[in-house]
């Protein structure tokens, strides 16, 4: 599905699953990297610290999480690197272990595109990254 129908659906789903709340104010879906990222705003604290428990199978959410938490973890741009052209003949295990030398990978994702392995990696830790890069 294109990226705009995917969120209709997200939306949707959402929408339905908190309509009788009237604590529940809108919700709205980011991409980073390969994740999907549902915020769901409410008009007051205790209505999201209840949601909380909320899980909606159909969207494969099984855990909601505060916002401040989620901005913690979302911090990709300083924890994450992106690297590109790896051998298709790499398994991402050792891909994973070359990059797990620098520091605690929390988020490790591989995608393939045509004849080269593309990696998403994570640290828990953004001093890591800059590890990397000074070796």
């Given at each position: 599905?294109?990226?705009?129908?995917?969120?209709?659906?997200?939306?949707?789903?959402?929408?339905?699953?908190?309509?009788?709340?009237?604590?529940?104010?809108?919700?709205?879906?980011?991409?980073?990297?390969?994740?999907?990222?549902?915020?769901?705003?409410f008009?007051?604290?205790?209505?999201?610290?209840a949601?909380?428990?909320?899980?909606?199978?159909?969207?494969?959410?099984?855990?909601?999480?505060?916002?401040?938490?989620?901005k913690?973890?979302?911090?990709?741009?300083?924890?994450?690197?992106?690297?590109?052209?790896?051998?298709?003949?790499?398994?991402?295990?050792?891909?994973?272990?070359?990059?797990?030398?620098?520091?605690?990978?929390?988020?490790?994702?591989?995608?393939?595109?045509?004849?080269?392995?593309?990696?998403?990696?994570?640290?828990?830790?953004?001093?890591?990254?800059?590890?990397?890069?000074?070796?």
């Open positions: 599905y294109p990226k705009e129908k995917n969120n209709s659906k997200i939306i949707l789903a959402i929408n339905n699953v908190f309509a009788q709340n009237d604590k529940f104010r809108e919700v709205s879906i980011h991409h980073v990297n390969l994740m999907h990222s549902v915020i769901i705003y008009v007051i604290s205790d209505a999201a610290a949601a909380l428990y909320v899980t909606i199978s159909d969207l494969k959410i099984e855990i909601f999480c505060d916002f401040s938490q989620y913690a973890d979302m911090q990709f741009n300083e924890r994450t690197i992106y690297v590109t052209n790896i051998s298709l003949q790499m398994k991402p295990a050792n891909i994973k272990q070359v990059f797990a030398k620098y520091g605690t990978v929390t988020d490790f994702k591989i995608t393939v595109k045509g004849m080269w392995q593309h990696a998403y990696i994570t640290y828990k830790n953004p001093k890591c990254i800059k590890l990397f890069y000074q070796v």
